[in-house]
């Protein structure tokens, strides 16, 4: 019982590493900031669905999310909210926030004394 339980992480915006409180608000993020057409300001729930929509609406193509760290631009990656954010970033996201240099996986106990 002294052992504190590892608290569930908060959801994180893959695309600029913001974290929120609750996976709606994160939604709401994404469709504002990397998901709104820069033309008509419409806020979509993808990438691939902003890309669509500036390509059939306005005959525009667009090849990266705006406002995206530079790594994290692929317009094809299809993330809403938490889902589809690619397994090795999320692994790579926890090992960050909870300072432990080693990398591995995510289960069972924690290390030795």
Not at 45 to 63: A, F
Not at 64 to 84: A, C, D, F, T
Not at 86 to 107: A, F, W
Request: include cysteine.
């Amino acid at each position: 019982m002294g052992r504190k339980k590892k608290k569930a992480s908060k959801p994180w915006c893959w695309y600029c590493n913001r974290e929120f409180d609750d996976e709606k608000i994160l939604v709401q993020h994404q469709k504002a900031k990397h998901f709104k057409c820069h033309i008509c300001h419409k806020k979509l729930y993808t990438g691939p669905g902003l890309s669509i929509h500036c390509m059939q609406v306005h005959k525009e193509s667009i090849d990266k999310v705006p406002n995206s760290l530079p790594n994290r631009s692929n317009i094809e990656i299809e993330i809403y909210g938490m889902e589809g954010i690619p397994p090795d970033d999320i692994r790579e996201h926890e090992r960050q926030k909870n300072g432990n240099g080693g990398g591995g996986g995510g289960g069972g106990g924690g290390g030795g004394s």
